[in-house]
């Protein structure tokens, strides 16, 4: 029996990489045969489909803009330094500032970027710019690199959202031209359930308010409201999928061991990276966990301290537990802020904005970890070798995560708009 070749396509893929039972029976039972095209070959072609639908990316964001001296980039001995010394690592001849200890002690899978370069130095810009790779506009509102991931590998029918954002992050964009479907769905606070998520009075209540609502949404679709209910429906059936789903034990962090969560330590930001871990074990395909604020205009040394002090230990453990798990090939990790701290120290001995020089790092999803691209100079103020623009940064993280970066989408005008204008990605990163 012969099957029309456009059949092949409707073999759909579960998020965690089989082919669903439902299109296995469909077409072992008519003995596929597409002008001599086996079953094996038909997985084969759908081999690369496979792999990049069981990828995921957690980016670390680091609000408020970082130092890259109290964290990646120390330069002991020189002025701009300041008091922050320099540690060994784990890989010989990688040092990294005193202040991130643990992490020093998985240098072996992380990739420092020491050469990021940029030219926006206002939060609100550069917050947009580093999650879009777009600076805003007026007329077009740019998806974020999360609803790109939620677009290209999430699938539409799980039952946990695609893009989970932990925390919140100003200015950092949303879905934009790719709809309310691929928006985040915000996580104030790891630890606790996300908010409204309790069912009231049982199941059959609540299913007894949607079909009120619904009522009431298609008298306000009848009076002119139609794409206002249509995105309104979108919303409330994705959250009531998840409401009712067993999926939402996901959230709680107290079916982890004592054991797991004492070695991500306290605080939100631990909670964030083992509620992330969480999230793409289940199939999440990007999460993103906030922390800050890293706005060390004054008592810059003091405060990174204290900042590195809550990210060292869940960060360090993250890679741990996803390595542990094999899960690291699979799930990319970026972490990042807006923009780097100026090398010279000012008078209340704190350090200002600096975009033109500053530092990000990689681990996991292809990432070859143990190494450090770029360089700045000696007193960090320029990039002395190997300049990696944000469009850069895009297209490798487009690279690990098998997403075409020239795929365009349209804004309401019709225009195209590609996922990166530009750029090349840092092979060298990969191994």
């Known amino acids: 029996m012969k099957l029309p070749l456009q059949r092949c396509s409707e073999v759909s893929i579960s998020r965690r990489g089989r082919i669903r039972r439902r299109d296995f029976l ?8 597409v002008g001599g095209l086996t079953w094996s070959n038909v ?7 496979l792999k990049r639908r069981d990828l995921s990316c957690i ?12 964290t990646w980039d120390p330069k002991p001995g020189h002025a701009n330094g300041g008091e922050t010394k320099a540690i060994d690592t784990s890989v010989a001849g990688i040092q990294i500032s005193e202040n991130l200890p643990q992490l020093a002690d998985v240098m072996e899978h992380l990739c420092l970027l020491r050469s990021l370069t940029s030219r926006e130095g206002s ?10 790779s777009y600076i805003p506009t007026a007329s077009v509102q740019y998806p974020s690199l999360g609803s790109h991931v939620a677009h290209q590998l999430g699938e539409p029918s799980a039952e946990l959202p695609s893009y989970v954002r932990i925390g919140q ?4 964009a949303g879905a934009g031209i790719l709809g309310v479907d691929y928006d985040p769905f915000v996580v104030p606070q790891a630890g606790t359930p996300p908010q409204n998520s309790a069912v009231v009075g049982g199941t059959s209540r609540y299913e007894s308010r949607l079909d009120l609502l619904a009522d009431l949404d298609s008298q306000f679709a009848e009076a002119g409201a139609a794409q206002e209910v249509n995105d309104h429906r979108k919303l409330y059936g994705k959250a009531s999928r998840m409401v009712l789903s067993p999926e939402m034990e996901t959230f709680d962090l ?3 061991s004592e054991s797991v969560r004492s070695a991500y330590g306290g605080g939100q930001f631990a909670q964030g990276c083992l509620l992330a871990r ?14 800050g604020n890293w706005d060390t205009h004054l008592e810059n040394f003091e405060r990174s301290r204290q900042l590195c002090g809550q990210i060292d230990r869940p960060f360090a453990q993250l890679v741990r537990d996803l390595h542990e798990r094999g899960l690291l090939d699979r799930t990319l990790i970026l972490w990042v802020g807006e923009f780097g701290r100026t090398p010279r120290i000012n008078p209340r001995a704190g350090r200002d904005h600096f975009p033109r020089a500053f530092s990000g790092v990689l681990a996991g999803g292809g990432i070859r970890g143990g190494q450090v691209i770029g360089r700045t100079t000696a007193g960090g103020d320029e990039v002395a070798e190997r300049p990696i623009s944000v469009h850069d940064l895009f297209r490798t993280l487009c690279h690990a995560l098998r997403i075409d970066a020239d795929h365009e989408n349209h804004s309401s005008g019709g225009r195209p708009i590609k996922i990166v204008d530009g750029g090349a990605p840092v092979m060298e990163a990969f191994g």
């Open 26 to 33: 469909r077409f072992a039972g008519a003995g596929l045969a």
């Open 278 to 291: 969480r999230l793409v074990e289940a199939g999440v395909p990007f999460v993103e966990v906030n922390a």
């Open 169 to 172: 992050v100003r200015n950092g």
């Open 123 to 132: 939060h609100p810009r550069a917050t947009y710019l580093m999650h879009t």
């Open 43 to 49: 997985a084969a072609l759908r081999a690369e489909e």
């Open 254 to 256: 107290s079916r982890e």
């Open 59 to 70: 980016v670390l964001w680091m609000q408020g803009g970082p130092s890259q001296f109290e």
